[in-house]
């Protein structure tokens, strides 16, 4: 839990296990909402932050490969990552701070990501955005190169 002040209202913040507040975004998914859910971890970089970015997720019609999809990998273990492949019924996911990949089925497929709220803005980038499908296209090309490059930001970028 933390805590902290902004103009004057004391602010708390609280962690819900992911097996709790998911299948609750997903019930409000169901209610044709939209879910802005703040980011934990760290498998999104160089693009997302833990703790500092927020998702737009909606419900996950029309999938396809380059999509950042919220899935259940295993029974309560759920991930944001983006699909490198699908086969049928099956899913290939891979975070673009991850150099391994994880597997699901479709029908794991939660909710897909139609925007990110990035560095404090108050507007999303639109993952139909031109912005965002460069930055996706260019990563996802870079894709051998990757492990260099993510211990170039690690190690060196975020220090500066």
Not at 94 to 121: M, Q, S, W, Y
């Amino acid at each position: 839990m933390q805590q902290g002040h902004q103009e004057g209202i004391e602010q708390e913040s609280v962690r819900i296990p992911n097996s709790i507040l998911i299948p609750e975004v997903v019930r409000c998914l169901h209610a044709n909402k939209t879910v802005t859910l703040p980011l934990h971890g760290f498998s999104m970089r160089p693009f997302l932050e833990d703790g500092r970015d927020k998702a737009l997720l909606s419900l996950p019609h029309d999938i396809r490969k380059g999509d950042a999809v919220l899935a259940e990998i295993a029974p309560g273990k759920y991930v944001l990552h983006r699909i490198i492949d699908i086969s049928g019924d099956n899913i290939t996911l891979l975070g673009d701070g991850n150099l391994t990949p994880e597997h699901c089925k479709t029908a794991d497929v939660r909710a897909k990501a139609i925007g990110f709220f990035r560095k404090g803005h108050s507007a999303a980038d639109m993952t139909d955005g031109r912005k965002w499908r460069l930055y996706s296209a260019l990563w996802m090309a870079l894709r051998p190169l990757r492990r260099w490059l993510l211990a170039f930001y690690r190690r060196i970028w975020i220090r500066l």
